[in-house]
């Protein structure tokens, strides 16, 4: 190991979450490693902006093969045992409450096929984390969907726009705890200098061997060289990756879709967690002291491309815009939960967030055919010692980082 750590300098761009926790496993085995990332701070972008959902597969469910669920779930029954090899990690303690599905009318299935889904996730679940001796998220309750009588109902759901609802074990982590969790493990790890606020342009392969990584800070524009380059990035995936050789495997788009935060304590009784399936509709997320989650997707998914670079879509927006994005978005929630009526918030405890979606398929949510309902044919991608992840769901960001770690060291020999 030692010889080959002399041999190898290593750069990984991006350091959202997959980028971040691959640079943190590749310091575990004694590596060294510069991560880049263009923005001023590290898990700042989409894994800062999304719901922290740990999927056992149950939105998936116009994906029949199981493929994306049993992919998510892999993912999941891991997902605290690997944060364990990197920092102090306790998913219990910046756990939302359990998720209610609510099927929601006009919803692309029905209640009785999405619960022989779900039954098939839950054997599939029990199969893997019975194999591999692993709990999700510690919690010991297994992955379980029990639709409910209307009598059941919390308080402040209204029935109305639902033709049923499931109570379900799947639990989201708030992503603004992970993020400043992952911040300080990188900050005391020194075998990573974490590059802010540097953009990288471009990835050359030299003739005898190594990159040369050509980015851009304070103003000037500057290269270095590695043996061994990790792509991780959201934004420069695609174009960095075409001059080496590798492509989409198939028709993509990006999204941008707002994720709103409410900054202040809800008791765990007060509001539920709620995912309306299945379709373009969204969730509601109960961080108990940390705060509620919010995303209503007709209102909040501002933005699509089918370009190879997205747009600049946080630039596009004023704060009052982003607001108004907000509130469309809470009173779309407030009518299918009057509960959230009740919450005392002023503004400036609101933040509208917005975050940039990458996914295989071209049409929206609401196109039951769209491939936008499968996240499978996702991962890595390799050319010599170059190596591209879409880690697809926050939930395998832990789960591909290990696997990036891995194909480094394969590839280095």
């Not at 740990?54 to 998510?72: C, E, F, N, P, V």
């Not at 990690?89 to 929601?104: E, K, L, N, Q, W």
């Not at 995936?237 to 198939?250: A, E, F, S």
Request: hydrophobic content about 40%; overall charge neutral; glycine content about 10%.
């Amino acid at each position: 190991m030692a010889g080959r750590a002399d041999r190898m300098r290593i750069a990984v761009i991006g350091a959202g979450g997959a980028g971040a926790c691959t640079a943190l496993e590749l310091a575990r085995r004694g590596h060294s490693v510069e991560l880049f990332d263009r923005h001023d701070e590290a898990v700042s972008q989409a894994t800062f902006a999304n719901e922290g959902k740990i999927h056992l597969g149950l939105i998936y469910a116009k994906d029949a093969s199981l493929a994306t669920a049993r992919q998510m779930i892999e993912g999941a029954i891991a997902f605290e045992s690997l944060m364990q090899r990197w920092l102090p990690f306790c998913a219990a303690d910046m756990r939302s409450t359990p998720f209610y599905y609510g099927v929601h009318r006009g919803s692309l299935m029905g209640p009785d096929a999405l619960e022989h889904h779900y039954r098939r996730c839950g054997a599939y679940h029990d199969e893997r984390a019975s194999a591999l001796g692993l709990d999700y998220l510690g919690l010991g309750v297994g992955c379980r969907a029990r639709r409910l009588a209307e009598a059941e109902y919390p308080d402040g759901v209204d029935p109305a726009p639902l033709d049923a609802l499931f109570e379900t074990t799947e639990h989201a982590i708030d992503p603004r705890a992970f993020a400043a969790c992952v911040r300080a493990a990188l900050a005391a790890e020194p075998r990573i200098q974490l590059r802010r606020s540097h953009r990288v342009t471009a990835v050359e392969a030299l003739p005898r061997g190594g990159y040369r990584v050509v980015f851009e800070h304070g103003g000037r524009r500057e290269s270095e060289t590695f043996s061994d380059v990790a792509n991780t990035s959201w934004h420069e995936r695609l174009p960095l990756d075409r001059p080496l050789g590798i492509r989409p495997p198939g028709p993509y788009s990006h999204r941008y879709k707002f994720g709103h935060r409410i900054a202040i304590p809800v008791a765990p009784d007060r509001i539920p967690s709620l995912t309306y399936v299945q379709g373009p509709f969204g969730d509601v997320v109960n961080f108990r002291s940390n705060g509620l989650f919010l995303s209503w997707y007709p209102t909040g998914r501002t933005g699509m491309s089918t370009a190879e670079t997205p747009p600049d879509w946080h630039a596009l927006y004023s704060h009052a815009e982003r607001m108004a994005v907000f509130d469309r978005s809470f009173e779309a929630w407030r009518k299918r939960c009057p509960a959230l009526g009740t919450l005392p918030f002023t503004g400036e405890q609101v933040d509208p967030y917005g975050g940039v979606i990458y996914a295989l398929g071209t049409t929206d949510v609401d196109d039951a055919q769209s491939r936008l309902h499968e996240r499978h044919e996702i991962g890595l991608q390799s050319a010599r010692r170059y190596h591209s992840l879409d880690p697809g769901k926050f939930t395998l960001v832990p789960w591909w980082a290990v696997r990036l770690a891995d194909r480094i060291e394969a590839a280095a020999g």
